[in-house]
């Protein structure tokens, strides 16, 4: 199983960005997707998974997925420098937890 996240960047305080992680290889069922963070000398942290979204992205962040696409989104908006990590999307397949390589988003103010 692979996962590949794509849509980090560099943007400005207040703007958007959306973060796409599709799923591929020997997948019979995704049991759940979602998308963590790491900011420099920080611990990996949850950012939204299902409809738990954590404290610091609810009402900015919104998660969705394609099933049919075996894909998970993250739309943030009126992001803010504290935003800035490497985000990764995780998935459970069969009880087992998969890891993208992450993409770093950057917010300036």
């Known amino acids: 199983v692979q996962l590949q996240a794509s849509g980090g960047g560099l943007v400005q305080a207040g703007g958007s960005l959306r973060l796409s992680c599709a799923a591929s290889?020997?997948?019979?069922?995704?049991?759940?997707m979602g998308w963590y963070r790491q900011a420099p000398g920080k611990q990996r942290e949850l950012v939204a998974s299902?409809?738990n979204y954590a404290d610091s992205v609810k009402g900015r962040f919104t998660i969705s997925r394609d099933n049919d696409k075996n894909t998970v989104y993250l739309q943030m908006n009126s992001l803010k420098p504290e935003d800035t990590a490497v985000y990764y999307c995780?998935?459970?397949?069969?009880?087992?937890?998969?890891w993208g390589k992450g993409t770093l988003v950057t917010v300036s103010s």
């Open positions: 995780s998935a459970i397949i069969l009880s087992r937890r998969y």
């Open positions: 299902n409809t």
């Open positions: 290889g020997s997948i019979f069922s995704i049991d759940g």
